[in-house]
DNA sequence: CACGCGTGGTC
DNA sequence: TGACCAAGCGT
């Protein structure tokens, strides 16, 4: 890094400082200064803004207190503490690092980047915000917040993901981290890109960098960093079979050809090849019924178009699948994603029609009222 | 190394 | 309202 640019940091450093103690927002973690509390806040906050990992946040700290508790938890209760929030990898990379810990590090989270980067589920940015947020070390972190700060600080072009342009970044990251108060300084560049240097209409009226900001000297901050095109989500086109009787639903682990619900609850489900009806797949051991209408499910790659059925089992010693019986009122304790929710509701919603259209039919569908299941992800009946 | 990964908020 | 995006990581 030039050399020159140090006065240059140092001033824009003392400006940010300010900025961040007079500006900070609370967060529960930043009440704590445990190692392992650090870590959990900073797995959440992947990809995840602040005001959702909040509530997160603390119950799973009620739940997990200490790296040993959650070294020694069942990995179905803590993806029950982590369902609704996404990426549900994270999780189990975190309770595998948390195992991790214990065998390598005597249950104590470990200070240097090197071993931190060793554990499951730390990379270089997780490392360096644990090493400076709880041990005060002069490391620095490189996310989406500080890359685009530092990209407009000094308008950097190019692709700030290509290697090249990743080394400038974390070379001057470095320069910033490296005062007494590293771990200030990385959550005040994140804060600064959190609340100010949006992407978007960026604030730079109120920006501590807007003397030093060459990309506002152009004009042009929202130029900065440059971004790269994303590939339209793919239509995924799935069935799923909502099987209840008294007990509740019938839930089990995801398929094997959907690993991004590993460890989740789903209800049976298949993916259906370009060419395939809906109605052409028949689960073994199941008969399906009716067809209850689609529901749609976006995520980041890709839209899951699903068909639910309602499916009734054959004589249990001929169901193949693996599952439980899981009641309506245990759903929030258990690891159950969104995309279950949704089409839970869908099926709710859809039999309670049916019940409703024939409402002198003693019905067994009518004994299966959960209570209501909220889902945002469009619906229709068929 | 380009890609896949969940969900909710924002405009 | 749909497109964009958010304190990244592993493969």
Same mark, same amino acid.
């Given at each position: 890094?030039?050399?020159?640019?140090?006065? %240059?940091?140092?001033?824009?450093?003392?400006?940010?400082?300010? @900025?961040?103690?007079?500006?900070?927002?609370?967060?529960?973690?930043?009440?704590?200064?445990?190692?392992?509390?650090?870590?959990?806040?900073?797995?959440?906050?992947?990809? =995840?803004? !602040?005001?959702?990992?909040?509530?997160?946040?603390?119950?799973?700290?009620?739940?997990?207190?200490?790296?040993?508790?959650?070294?020694?938890?069942?990995?179905?209760?803590?993806?029950?503490?982590?369902?609704?929030?996404?990426?549900?990898?994270?999780?189990?990379?975190?309770?595998?690092?948390?195992?991790?810990?214990?065998?390598?590090?005597?249950?104590?989270?470990?200070?240097? !980047?090197?071993?931190?980067?060793?554990?499951?589920?730390?990379?270089?940015?997780?490392?360096?915000?644990?090493?400076?947020?709880?041990?005060?070390?002069?490391?620095?972190?490189?996310?989406?917040?500080?890359?685009?700060?530092?990209?407009?600080?000094?308008?950097?072009?190019?692709?700030?993901?290509?290697?090249?342009?990743?080394?400038?970044?974390?070379?001057?990251?470095?320069?910033?981290?490296?005062?007494?108060?590293?771990?200030? =300084?990385?959550?005040?560049?994140?804060?600064?890109?959190?609340?100010?240097?949006?992407?978007?209409?960026?604030?730079?009226?109120?920006?501590?960098?807007?003397?030093?900001?060459?990309?506002?000297?152009?004009?042009?901050?929202?130029? @900065?960093?440059?971004?790269?095109?994303?590939?339209?989500?793919?239509?995924? *086109?799935?069935?799923?079979?909502?099987?209840?009787?008294?007990?509740?639903?019938?839930?089990?682990?995801?398929?094997?050809?959907?690993?991004?619900?590993?460890?989740?609850?789903?209800?049976?489900?298949?993916?259906?090849?370009?060419?395939?009806?809906?109605?052409?797949?028949?689960?073994?051991?199941? +008969? *399906?019924?009716?067809?209850?209408?689609?529901?749609?499910? +976006?995520?980041?790659?890709?839209?899951?178009?699903?068909?639910? @059925?309602? %499916?009734?089992?054959?004589?249990?010693?001929?169901?193949?699948?693996?599952?439980?019986?899981?009641?309506?009122?245990?759903?929030? %304790?258990?690891?159950?994603?969104?995309?279950?929710?949704?089409?839970?509701?869908?099926?709710?919603?859809?039999?309670?029609?049916?019940?409703?259209?024939?409402?002198?039919?003693?019905?067994?569908?009518?004994?299966?009222?959960?209570?209501? +299941?909220?889902?945002?992800?469009?619906?229709?009946?068929?």
């Amino acid at each position: 890094m030039d050399p020159e640019r140090e006065p %240059a940091i140092a001033s824009a450093r003392a400006a940010l400082l300010s @900025f961040y103690d007079a500006h900070r927002r609370a967060m529960p973690w930043r009440e704590s200064q445990d190692p392992y509390a650090i870590w959990v806040s900073e797995v959440m906050l992947q990809q =995840t803004r !602040v005001e959702t990992v909040i509530p997160f946040y603390e119950r799973f700290l009620r739940r997990f207190a200490t790296v040993t508790a959650l070294a020694q938890a069942d990995e179905a209760d803590v993806l029950a503490l982590w369902a609704g929030l996404g990426y549900y990898r994270r999780a189990r990379l975190l309770h595998a690092g948390a195992k991790a810990v214990v065998a390598r590090h005597e249950g104590k989270v470990p200070s240097d !980047v090197t071993a931190l980067k060793a554990l499951p589920g730390v990379g270089a940015y997780t490392a360096g915000a644990i090493a400076s947020i709880a041990f005060g070390l002069r490391e620095p972190v490189l996310d989406g917040n500080v890359e685009r700060v530092l990209s407009r600080w000094i308008a950097l072009e190019g692709d700030p993901m290509a290697p090249a342009q990743r080394k400038v970044l974390w070379a001057l990251a470095g320069r910033f981290a490296d005062n007494p108060r590293p771990g200030d =300084t990385n959550q005040a560049l994140m804060e600064l890109g959190a609340t100010r240097c949006l992407p978007a209409n960026p604030q730079c009226l109120l920006c501590p960098f807007a003397k030093s900001c060459a990309a506002l000297a152009l004009g042009t901050p929202e130029r @900065f960093p440059e971004k790269p095109k994303k590939a339209p989500p793919r239509t995924e *086109r799935w069935v799923a079979y909502v099987m209840c009787d008294p007990r509740g639903f019938w839930l089990g682990p995801a398929p094997s050809t959907l690993d991004r619900w590993t460890g989740m609850l789903l209800p049976p489900m298949v993916r259906l090849d370009a060419d395939q009806a809906p109605e052409e797949i028949a689960l073994a051991g199941m +008969i *399906r019924q009716e067809p209850l209408g689609t529901v749609t499910h +976006i995520l980041t790659h890709a839209r899951m178009q699903i068909t639910v @059925f309602l %499916a009734t089992d054959l004589k249990e010693s001929a169901r193949p699948l693996v599952g439980e019986w899981v009641a309506p009122g245990e759903l929030d %304790a258990r690891a159950i994603p969104k995309v279950t929710r949704v089409i839970l509701a869908q099926a709710q919603e859809a039999m309670r029609k049916i019940s409703s259209a024939s409402a002198r039919t003693k019905d067994s569908i009518r004994e299966r009222k959960g209570r209501a +299941i909220k889902g945002s992800s469009s619906a229709s009946s068929t």
